[in-house]
Each structure stands twice: as structure tokens, then as C-alpha cells.
């Protein structure tokens, strides 16, 4: 599967496109949903630009970095000065809502149908706007989770109260020394949870995840289930392709009565062996799902 073939805004069959999804989604006897950064990104989770400036620009002043994504591998001198950094990073990227409603417009394009989730984002975006926890497989981490740096054990922990608090203590672009996150068992300095290395924790939580997830794929085999694919680009460091796209290409072209359904500002691509079951749209995924509802 290399040649690859797509459709966007800029061709005759924009509407025809978008009618046909919307009967696919409405015929579906299951839609598998998978996300990438380019669903948060259309709902407003940007990393530079205007939001960095409102949150950043007393440390971009000082650190002289000009986005959140650079910020989060800056040396910073101290762990006092590094957790500063990052409580404001987690507490905007995951306490709050994101400004659009691009997740609520999802939501309510599947919800009587049955449907998972399996996404490499990790703000949290789809529980915030109610979907389902036991259909959601969150498969490279939460920004709303610690985990020891070791680590001493497969366990994670949730960290809204010492983001929190780190938000109301926090003074001259430094936490207070006892509000560093350690591991309550073994004391070694906490980290988040996120595929970064193979220290990443996979805990019970991520493993019955797991598990739904595959029994989700077993129970929809050989029905008329929509791979809908939002935002997923070719990030191989973490091989998110690997996780999703690929995956969702060979599920499709395994099943005759399956649609691979591609929405992407820039990468709206299928292969040709699956052209004649696939949808392609380039173009904003949070205008698009709203021509969908």
C-alpha cells in the first residue's frame, strides 16, 4: 500500500463527500474513532502563536523559547524552575476546556452508535466533553498523571491536587522545594506519565483499556464499521501512524463492508488498494464534523 489518493475542500466533490460520510456514519453498525494532535490543534489546544503568549510570555521572556513544545524540553536549572513551567503547561492543557467544541461536535455524531475510541493524545479532551470512559484507550499517557521516574513499579496517580496547588503557590517562576512531585512509594522524583522512553508506565488502567479495545475490534469484524480517522499525521518518534493509520488501513482493506474515513488539514490520504472504500477530506476537522451533525 504506497499509492495514496485524497480529496479536500478545493475539489467539485466537497459536498458529495460530506453527504456520503453522513450516511456512512448514520448506516454504521460501529465507528471506531482515531485521534490524533490535529483534533485538539482544530479545537483550539494550539502550542504557539497567540495562546503561548497569553500563558508563556513571562518564560519565553526569560528562556528565550517562542513555543509550549520547545518549553517542554528546555533545561531549566532547578526542578523548582522545570515543575513551574509545567504545572501551568498541565493546568491549561488539561484542567481547563478546550476553547472549541470540536470534541462535543464528535460526541454527538456517535453517541447512539456503538463506538471506541483509541487516541495518542493526552489532554483528556474526550472525557471533558462526555464520552464514555470505558471507550476511550488512551495509548501514549495523561497529562493528568505521575508516575515514578524509575520506575519502581507499573502504577500511575492522579495529579490535579499538586497541580493545583502548585498553581496557587507558585512565585517568580518557581515552585515552593515541597510541592516537587516525588513517587509515594520509593521517593524518586515523580515524572508525568507519557510515552517518552521505555520508562513509560503501562498500570492496570492501561492494560483494561487495552483489552476493550481489542474486544471492540473482535465484536465489530466483518460489519459495516466506519475507521474514522481525525488528525493523525505521520509522527513516527512515537509512531503514531503505527498506532492508528496503518492499523486502520489494513482493518479496512481486510473488511468489504468497512470505510476508511480520513479528515486532516494536510495529510488526507489513502492507499489505492482501499481508494474505492475510503473518504478523504482535506480541510478543518472541526468545521467538517459540524457540516456532519
Given at each position: 500500500m504506497?499509492?495514496?489518493?485524497?480529496?479536500?475542500?478545493?475539489?467539485?466533490?466537497?459536498?458529495?463527500?460530506i453527504?456520503?460520510?453522513?450516511?456512512?456514519?448514520?448506516?454504521?453498525d460501529?465507528v471506531?474513532i482515531?485521534?490524533?494532535?490535529?483534533?485538539?490543534?482544530?479545537?483550539?489546544f494550539?502550542?504557539?502563536g497567540?495562546?503561548?503568549e497569553t500563558?508563556f510570555?513571562?518564560f519565553?521572556?526569560?528562556y528565550?523559547?517562542?513555543?509550549?513544545y520547545?518549553?517542554?524540553?528546555?533545561?531549566?536549572?532547578?526542578?523548582?524552575?522545570?515543575?513551574a513551567?509545567w504545572r501551568?503547561?498541565?493546568?491549561?492543557?488539561?484542567?481547563?476546556?478546550?476553547?472549541?467544541?470540536v470534541?462535543?461536535d464528535?460526541?454527538?455524531?456517535?453517541?447512539?452508535?456503538?463506538?471506541?475510541?483509541?487516541?495518542?493524545?493526552v489532554d483528556?479532551?474526550?472525557?471533558k466533553?462526555g464520552?464514555?470512559?470505558?471507550?476511550?484507550?488512551?495509548?501514549?499517557?495523561?497529562y493528568?498523571l505521575?508516575q515514578?521516574?524509575?520506575?519502581?513499579?507499573?502504577e500511575?496517580w492522579?495529579?490535579?491536587?499538586?497541580?493545583?496547588?502548585?498553581?496557587?503557590?507558585?512565585?517568580?517562576?518557581?515552585?515552593p522545594?515541597?510541592l516537587?512531585?516525588?513517587?509515594?512509594?520509593?521517593?524518586k522524583?515523580?515524572t508525568?506519565s507519557l510515552l517518552?522512553?521505555?520508562?513509560?508506565?503501562?498500570?492496570k488502567?492501561?492494560?483494561?483499556?487495552?483489552?476493550r479495545?481489542e474486544?471492540f475490534?473482535?465484536?465489530?469484524?466483518n460489519q459495516k464499521v466506519?475507521f474514522?480517522?481525525?488528525?493523525?499525521?505521520?509522527?513516527?518518534?512515537?509512531?503514531?501512524?503505527?498506532?492508528?493509520k496503518?492499523?486502520?488501513?489494513?482493518?479496512?482493506?481486510?473488511?468489504s463492508n468497512a470505510l476508511?474515513?480520513?479528515i486532516?488539514q494536510?495529510?488526507?490520504?489513502a492507499p489505492?488498494?482501499i481508494a474505492?472504500?475510503s473518504?478523504?477530506?482535506?480541510?478543518?476537522i472541526g468545521?467538517t464534523?459540524?457540516l456532519?451533525?
Amino acid at each position: 500500500m504506497c499509492s495514496k489518493t485524497s480529496t479536500g475542500k478545493s475539489t467539485p466533490d466537497f459536498s458529495a463527500q460530506i453527504e456520503k460520510l453522513k450516511q456512512a456514519l448514520k448506516n454504521a453498525d460501529a465507528v471506531l474513532i482515531g485521534a490524533g494532535a490535529g483534533l485538539s490543534t482544530s479545537a483550539g489546544f494550539t502550542y504557539s502563536g497567540a495562546r503561548f503568549e497569553t500563558y508563556f510570555s513571562d518564560f519565553a521572556a526569560k528562556y528565550g523559547f517562542s513555543d509550549m513544545y520547545t518549553g517542554g524540553f528546555y533545561p531549566f536549572p532547578t526542578r523548582e524552575e522545570f515543575w513551574a513551567y509545567w504545572r501551568r503547561y498541565i493546568f491549561i492543557n488539561r484542567y481547563q476546556d478546550a476553547p472549541k467544541p470540536v470534541y462535543n461536535d464528535l460526541l454527538k455524531l456517535v453517541q447512539k452508535k456503538a463506538y471506541f475510541v483509541i487516541t495518542t493524545n493526552v489532554d483528556h479532551c474526550f472525557q471533558k466533553a462526555g464520552f464514555d470512559k470505558q471507550r476511550l484507550f488512551y495509548t501514549q499517557g495523561d497529562y493528568g498523571l505521575f508516575q515514578c521516574s524509575e520506575p519502581c513499579r507499573q502504577e500511575t496517580w492522579n495529579n490535579e491536587t499538586i497541580i493545583r496547588e502548585m498553581v496557587r503557590r507558585q512565585k517568580a517562576m518557581r515552585i515552593p522545594a515541597e510541592l516537587l512531585p516525588t513517587c509515594p512509594h520509593c521517593g524518586k522524583a515523580a515524572t508525568l506519565s507519557l510515552l517518552s522512553d521505555d520508562k513509560f508506565v503501562e498500570d492496570k488502567g492501561w492494560h483494561a483499556a487495552a483489552d476493550r479495545y481489542e474486544t471492540f475490534l473482535h465484536a465489530q469484524k466483518n460489519q459495516k464499521v466506519v475507521f474514522l480517522e481525525l488528525g493523525v499525521g505521520y509522527n513516527t518518534p512515537y509512531n503514531t501512524p503505527g498506532i492508528i493509520k496503518y492499523p486502520f488501513w489494513q482493518m479496512t482493506y481486510a473488511n468489504s463492508n468497512a470505510l476508511y474515513a480520513c479528515i486532516n488539514q494536510d495529510e488526507a490520504l489513502a492507499p489505492k488498494e482501499i481508494a474505492s472504500q475510503s473518504i478523504c477530506i482535506s480541510g478543518d476537522i472541526g468545521q467538517t464534523l459540524h457540516l456532519l451533525i
